[in-house]
Nanobody, 125 residues
Framework: VQLQASGGGLVQTGGSLRLSCAAS????????ITWFRQAPGKEREAVSF???????FYAESVKGRFTISRDNAKNTVYLQMNSLKPEDTAVYYC????????????????????WGQGTQVTVSS
């Protein structure tokens, strides 16, 4: 199984980026996929979650600005990031598991079996 994260870059405050997480050896419409991020000197934190059953979930810090979605035909999960802020600067990782995680457990890194390599997002002020 491989997850390939891409789409990061340098953007000004208020700008937008769309991250992609393409999977091979794993069907993304079954299971749970989450975007995490890690800023320098900080813990890796869960940003947004999508699972087989209905529901998308977001960290409070990104709610209303980020949107997670899935294209089953392309086996890819996206994270549309709008109204970006300097505090969104981090390396973003996608993570997946074949299990359909319950809502209370999506933020726990140990619940994920597969990780992408990370893509850098830098938001300048």
């Amino acid at each position: 199984v491989q997850l390939q994260a891409s789409g990061g870059g340098l953007v000004q405050t208020g700008g937008s980026l769309r991250l992609s997480c393409a999977a091979s050896g794993f069907t993304l419409d079954y299971g749970s996929i989450t975007w995490f991020r890690q800023a320098p000197g900080k813990e890796r934190e869960a940003v947004s979650f999508i699972r087989t059953r209905s529901g998308t979930f977001y960290a409070e810090s990104v709610k209303g600005r980020f949107t997670i979605s899935r294209d089953n035909a392309k086996n890819t999960v996206y994270l549309q990031m709008n109204s970006l802020k300097p505090e969104d600067t981090a390396v973003y990782y996608c993570a997946a598991t074949r299990r359909n995680l319950i809502v209370s457990s999506w933020r726990i890194r140990e619940n994920y079996d597969y990780w992408g390599q990370g893509t850098q997002v830098t938001v300048s002020s």
